[in-house]
């Protein structure tokens, strides 16, 4: 009897150990040979480590980035890390234009594709700048190694184009940031923690915004915030213009409303303002300062009469602050002025408006491209 305890006593002391530890060595073994091929085939380096603690790991440039492919462990469980760093930052060689839908942003991260051969999880830094890969177990598939490397490649590339697109590209990446698994979504749910992260870089870059009074040269309304909701719980706060939502192209400065009939122009910039006339749109948009230098009392009671029934909160709760600049050489009626000043904070007659201070009066009048 106290023979076979012995014996019982060896084998769970000496021998199952010793199997384990030999079950471990061959696994990393075979996992240093696969590691070893993926690093030859793309000219990385392999730095070696005591097999019981895993330190082996591949290293080096691939395509331009640092790649780094490692086991961790975290909770007990054994990982396959493969991460993508960019050594520093630079504007996109291109860009993306207009309102990008699912599929360009999907395009743009993964064009080779939606990774649906991957059971792990991606994620992203602040920034892009690096981007990782993290599976259970250990990866020892070559042609495995490499669809993720390329992929983490291509998230490289793709994220500053759509995080340059700044509000533009919020509704698709809000459609993946919000996607779980299932039919109809197969393989978009993958990019949703990229998603989410590119949301968090627009929003953070887009705050500067805030206090700017910024203009849309697009819409002609100011940028405000847009709250985009992730969960019932989280949500990301960016600026962009408050119809379209676009963030990327703005005027800073002062905005005048001007009523001008001298002339047919319709957007005249100089330096900091901005000068659009009324008289050749007929609608609304944001402004801070009105000036009438040229017209008659008709057109200025139908300006008033349609400033007076706006309903944008934004722009009726200004009025009333703004002034009202009008020239001397513009002969209105005592009822048109009244009407103004019901309107409008200050009304006050002019010998200089922004017209001559700024010498467009001089200057043929050119419709501003681009803001």
Known sequence: MECIFFIVWIIMIIIIPLLVSCLIYLFEENRKRAWTAFATANNLSVESGDFFTGGLHVSGDYRGYRLKLEKCKENKTTFTRVTLTRRQ???PDKELRGNLTTQDVINTLAPSGLPLVISGKLKATASGREISYREAGIIRDLSALQYISNL???????YPLIWAAGGEAVPALQTIATSYNGPQKVGVWKLREIAIRLLEDIARTTMAHQAEGLLCPICLVRFSPHQVRLSWLRSVTYYGCRQCGQSRKFFKGTVVAALDS????????HEDTLRINWLARRTLFDFNVVEIIQANDEQVERFAV???NDTDPYRKSRY???????????RLSENSLRVLASVFGRVERVHETTDERCGFAKESQRPVAAC
């Open 152 to 158: 983490l490649s291509d998230m490289v590339d793709g």
């Open 262 to 269: 001298r002339t047919g122009w319709a957007i005249t910039k």
């Open 89 to 91: 930052s630079r504007r």
């Open 306 to 308: 349609q400033v007076g």
């Open 320 to 330: 009333k602050r703004m002034p009202c600049f009008i020239s001397y050489e513009c």
